[in-house]
């Protein structure tokens, strides 16, 4: 994966000196998407979810990480090396980060990927705040609608929740707060049919309308932005136009993990998230760890995910120390040296008893020059 996780995580293994490949079609994530921007990364401020992805891609390619735009299709976890699939071809490796995120999931309704980042988010902790005293709306009825609601509250003038039934499927504590909330009304037995805009007067030049996601591409500022939404009442099929400034959605997400049905272990009550031990990001499978959106159902944030992967960096380094794994270049230079002593002693037995890695105490980078000062 190729987001905050999956980048963080390469930035930690290539300064472990564990030559990662961050494998992901395409990369960027969530924060390439469409209309993101950016304004609780610490350190960065009031940037485009792109321009944060494009400085972690810098980073991780100057300490050595390498990327692949590629799909990942399926793992073989069955022996080691791990056989990683992708649409071309097959990689082997000792250790699988896991970071391909958890995608919202959207309405498909007209309006709605046209004023993602005019007023059209999934994510109510990282836009809300932009609607400060406005009038939004929240669509959904599980848990994260009711948390997105209350979030939401704080700032907003009214938020109004639409729901396509009659009761909540949120937890019955968060539900009842919903209710009783003085500035949260609920639509019940309500689908959001289209949500309308208005075409900015002066739009920005460069606007790509294209869904490739482009790193380079402007895919910050859309041209139209929410002025009202399209209700339907379910029952009766009456339709009716509503004003707001905002519409979130959300009703829920899907984590990308289809390719590892049947080889990790998953969370019972999450479907499609990775279950991770403990407090570390180790999988049911060693070798296997997930970090970021993919094993997180609680947080799914830029920050969060990025911490996580570097976690996941560090728990696969240690994993890999102790398994005797990852060092073949430095082994096979070891070797060398001990060949070559062996040679200039004119004796053959000296390269069966020697180690020169053990000789020098881990400390490869002094074996590293002498191998050169020989050759
Ligand atoms: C509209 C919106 C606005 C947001 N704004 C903010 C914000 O302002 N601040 C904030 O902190 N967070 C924000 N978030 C949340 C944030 O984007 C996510 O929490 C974060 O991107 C998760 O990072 P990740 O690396 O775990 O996964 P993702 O960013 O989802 O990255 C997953 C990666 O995996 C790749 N992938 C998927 N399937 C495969 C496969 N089969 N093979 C190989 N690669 C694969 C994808 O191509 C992608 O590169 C926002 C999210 C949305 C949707």
């Given at each position: 994966g190729g987001g905050p996780a999956g980048i963080s995580a390469a930035i930690y293994a290539a300064r472990a000196g564990l030559s990662p490949l961050v494998v992901a079609p395409p990369m960027g994530g969530q924060l390439q998407g469409k209309g993101v921007d950016v304004e609780n990364y610490p350190g960065m401020h009031n940037v485009t979810g792109p321009a944060v992805i494009s400085s972690m891609r810098e980073q991780a390619a100057s300490f050595g990480a390498v990327f692949e735009v590629e799909s990942v299709t399926s793992v073989d976890a069955s022996k080691r090396p791990f056989k990683v699939h992708t649409e071309s071809h097959i990689i082997e490796t000792h250790a699988i980060i896991v970071a391909t995120g958890a995608e919202s999931n959207w309405l498909n309704v007209t309006g709605e990927y046209e004023m993602r980042g005019g007023g059209v988010s999934s994510c109510a902790t990282c836009d809300g705040a932009a609607f400060y005293q406005k009038d939004v709306l929240v669509v959904g009825g599980g848990d994260a609608a009711m948390e997105d609601a209350l979030v939401l509250a704080r700032t907003s003038k009214s938020v109004t929740v639409i729901h396509r039934?009659?009761?909540?499927?949120?937890s019955k504590i968060l539900a009842q707060r919903i209710i009783e909330h003085p500035s949260i009304s609920i639509r019940w037995n309500t689908t959001v049919e289209e949500i309308l805009g208005t075409v900015l007067e002066s739009p920005p030049s460069g606007e790509s309308e294209s869904e490739d996601l482009d790193l380079d591409a402007d895919v910050g500022i859309p041209q139209k932005v929410v002025s009202g939404a399209i209700l339907k009442d379910v029952s009766t099929g009456e339709e009716e136009n509503i004003s707001c400034d905002a519409v979130f959605i959300a009703i829920g997400h899907t984590p990308a993990t289809s390719f590892l049905v049947d080889v990790v272990d998953f969370e019972p009550d999450h479907p499609g998230y990775i279950k991770t031990v403990g407090r570390t990001t180790r999988t049911s499978v060693a070798g296997i760890f997930a970090a970021g959106d993919v094993a997180d159902?609680?947080?799914?944030?830029a920050v969060t995910s990025a911490g996580s992967g570097a976690a996941a960096a560090l728990d696969a380094e240690r994993w890999l120390s102790e398994e005797g794994l990852g060092n073949e270049a430095a082994e096979f230079e070891a070797e060398l040296l001990a060949e070559l002593m062996a040679d200039d002693e004119g004796s053959s037995k000296v390269s069966d008893q020697y180690n020169a890695y053990e000789e020098a105490g881990g400390k490869m980078a002094g074996v590293r020059e002498s191998v050169r000062a020989e050759l």
């Open positions: 039934r009659d009761t909540f499927r949120a159902n609680m947080y799914r944030q």
